[in-house]
């Protein structure tokens, strides 16, 4: 695995480079599935100039899986602001029932309620996740979203993000603007980001708890195997694949950074809530022994539940066996 070597703008050459579509990740009804696959025709989006809205365009028009608009949240016609989901438990039994009957429809069978409800979480996760980690890897800044700065819609791959807040590094041009907060080195930038993510995400995982009928532990191992791989899936599509895997690692590298946001001088443990380490593996392929890059996964889908075949090569239940 390459070190990392980020400059202070946090972008290389190659990132504004469209690379080859990656090796997906195979994960149960992970960025491939019919759930993200839909490509609307592009509805009219809000003007935004806010920092952060660049990446956004970006990966708007790069990943084939997925629209973002520079928007605020939407409701109706199949839209959930993300607000909802700790608000109402109607909106995730919505989404979950997207995925009881996308599951119904690919094996055949009925699946668990809880696959479903794991799945519809994955499929929750991995977008919006995106909308933290993509501004991340491309411009070193890191948007201070809450939830009722998002919404999505399932069937068709489209989230609104209205972007406001952010976290950037002192030489950063929009450093000066008012709704940016400096930070002082990368360190703290990565911390700004556990925590932004970490923060947004905590309560559409309690709500999602008893559906999914796991502890706390289980669902934050769900929710970074998700980030993880949305980020890697773009990293592939920019050409940046050995960037991110890098990346990755050191932001979810077990260890103890003397920074943590919003208080002075305390020490911030990393990568908690989040699962410690990115499960990135080198291996060797083919009759040529060219080297290539698995994962292991924090998680274990269920996908076996209704498909055996199925099974994720880097599920744990196959790599701690």
């Known amino acids: 695995m390459t070190g990392s070597s980020v400059t202070a703008s946090g972008t290389t050459a190659s ?4 690379g080859p579509a990656p090796r997906s990740p195979r994960t149960a009804e992970a960025c491939t599935t019919e759930a993200h696959a839909v490509s609307p025709a592009p509805d009219a989006t809000t003007p935004c100039a806010a920092p952060c809205t660049t990446s956004y365009h970006r990966l708007d028009t790069l990943a084939p899986v997925l629209r973002v608009r520079c928007a605020p949240p939407r409701r109706g016609r199949g839209w959930i602001p993300a607000a909802d989901l700790a608000a109402r438990p109607e909106a995730v039994r919505d989404l979950i029932a997207h995925d009881a009957r996308q599951g119904l429809a690919r094996y055949g069978r009925p699946l668990r309620p809880d696959v479903a409800a794991g799945f519809g979480l994955h499929r929750f996760v991995w977008p919006v996740a995106l ?5 991340w890897f491309l411009e ?3 948007p201070l979203l809450s939830a009722e700065d998002v919404a999505l819609r399932r069937r068709t791959g489209e ?3 209205r972007p406001g807040a952010f976290a950037c590094l002192p ?3 929009a450093a000066r603007l008012p709704q940016a907060r400096t930070v002082p080195d990368e360190a703290a930038l990565a911390a700004e980001l556990r925590s932004a993510l970490s923060e947004f995400l905590a309560p559409a995982l309690a709500a999602f708890r008893p559906e999914v009928r796991r502890g706390p532990r289980v669902l934050w191992a769900m929710a970074t195997d998700a980030a993880v791989e949305g980020l890697w899936y773009v990293g592939g599509l920019l050409g940046e694949e050995e960037r991110v895997q890098a990346e990755l690692s050191a932001l979810l ?3 103890a950074p003397a920074y943590a946001p919003g208080v002075a001088d305390a020490p911030a443990p ?4 989040f699962t410690p380490g990115a499960g990135f593996t080198a291996t060797a392929v083919g009759r040529g022994g060219a080297s290539g890059t698995d994962r ?3 998680s274990c889908c269920l996908v076996y539940t209704a498909e055996p075949a199925d099974m994720c090569g880097g599920c744990p239940r196959v790599t701690r066996s």
């Not at 909308?131 to 501004?135: A, Q």
């Not at 990393?270 to 809530?273: I, L, T, W």
């Open 270 to 273: 990393a990568p908690a809530p």
């Open 253 to 255: 590298e077990p260890a």
């Open 131 to 135: 909308l933290f980690t993509v501004p």
């Open 159 to 161: 989230v609104t993000v």
């Open 171 to 173: 030489d950063d041009p």
């Open 140 to 142: 070193r800044r890191v």
């Open 296 to 298: 292991a996964r924090a």
């Open 15 to 18: 990132s504004t480079r469209t």
